[in-house]
């Protein structure tokens, strides 16, 4: 049924669309012909490169597409790498980048760079990543207002590891800055996962990655998640109280999903984005959505482009707010 659904798309797409460009002229009715490559904005074993390995073994493993799907890394640039090689990549449709939508809506803020939103045709968005804020598990800080009580009284005593400056890490930091009206010391790593190791090491006093990149060390008991910014608790750690509960009125998460470069031919984005969508209802997509406790949404390409545009503003004041991208007079 999979594989007649991909067919289904492809024809229908194949049918309606006229040549567009070289690529459309060399794409074979087989697509892919050759391997597609999935690029990845931060360094391996982070929560971006967790989904893409994932979702890149259930299309291989499922025979979703006739030929496999190869994660690669391109980190760092808080995205700036990955965004450029995929605008570079005008057209191609070997070429697929894991979006995480703030990275994808910031990078070319803060660079001045031409890899702005509409360098990439949206594909498919597969959930939502929740996100936390924890300390090691031996800290004084037992609440956030014990945290933010402590960068009161020193500000910026208390520093924050994040995947990147104008990440969903550093931005969920930024709203509880905000929220309080204190400041926080924040120290950029190479990916979540970097941020996560640095505060068991005792290198920083807290981070606010995915919750899906802490889950084995708040298990283990060397992590203590402090709260969670969504509009209710979150299942899997329910005994963890919201930030709304404890006095923050802050709801956000990570969307993540996949885009194409601008200007791949419709029937190939029409193949990818049925790839996805088969991935999405697939079994093994269900229970590591529900492991790591993703929120349970599916978005094809015209409804994620809308979320797209719709977040654009919303961040383009937060990168403006922090001073990570200017005004222009």
């Known amino acids: 049924m999979k594989g007649k659904t991909i067919r289904r798309w492809l024809a229908a797409a194949l049918a309606l669309a006229g040549a567009e460009g070289a690529w459309a ?3 074979p009715s087989g697509f892919p012909s050759r391997p597609i490559e999935l690029v990845v904005h931060t360094g391996a ?14 299309i291989n493993k499922e025979k979703l597409l006739p030929q496999p799907v190869l994660v690669i890394n391109k980190g760092g640039g808080g995205g700036a790498v990955a965004l450029t090689h995929i605008a570079g990549r005008h ?19 803060r660079t001045g760079l ?19 804020l924890a300390v090691r598990e031996d800290s004084p800080y ?32 930024y709203q509880v800055e905000r929220a309080a009206g204190v400041r926080f010391n924040i120290v950029s790593m190479k990916s979540g996962r970097d941020a996560v190791l640095a505060v068991l090491g005792g290198h920083v006093q807290a981070t606010t990655e995915n919750l899906s990149e802490m889950l084995p060390q708040v298990e283990a008991r060397k992590l203590r ?18 930030l709304k509960e404890q006095g923050f009125d802050i709801r956000l998460g ?9 200007g791949v031919p419709k029937q190939a984005a029409a193949a990818l984005e049925a790839a996805f969508e088969e991935v999405y209802r697939s079994a093994a997509w269900k229970e590591y959505s529900a492991r ?18 719709a977040r654009q503003p919303e961040l383009a004041r937060y990168m403006h707010e922090v001073g990570l991208v200017q005004k222009k007079q």
């Open 142 to 173: 037992r609440t956030v207002k014990d945290l933010v009580e402590a960068a009161r009284a020193r500000p910026r005593s208390v520093t924050f590891a994040v995947a990147s400056v104008g990440g969903a890490g550093h931005y969920f930091a």
């Open 225 to 242: 998640i402090l709260g969670v910014p969504a509009e209710r608790r979150v299942r899997g750690v329910a005994d963890v109280p919201t």
């Open 25 to 27: 002229q060399a794409l």
């Open 292 to 309: 790591n406790l993703f929120e349970d949404v599916y978005l094809g390409s015209a409804e994620f482009s809308r979320l797209l545009a």
């Open 254 to 262: 990570s969307g993540r999903g996949f885009a194409a470069p601008a």
């Open 91 to 109: 057209g191609d449709p070997y070429t697929v980048l894991t979006v995480a939508v703030g990275i994808v809506l910031t990078a070319y803020l």
């Open 114 to 132: 031409d890899i702005g939103p509409d360098k990439i045709q949206p594909l498919a968005l597969l959930g939502f990543d929740s996100s936390a």
């Open 45 to 58: 074993g982070g929560g971006s490169d967790l989904f893409a390995r994932v979702v890149a073994e259930i």
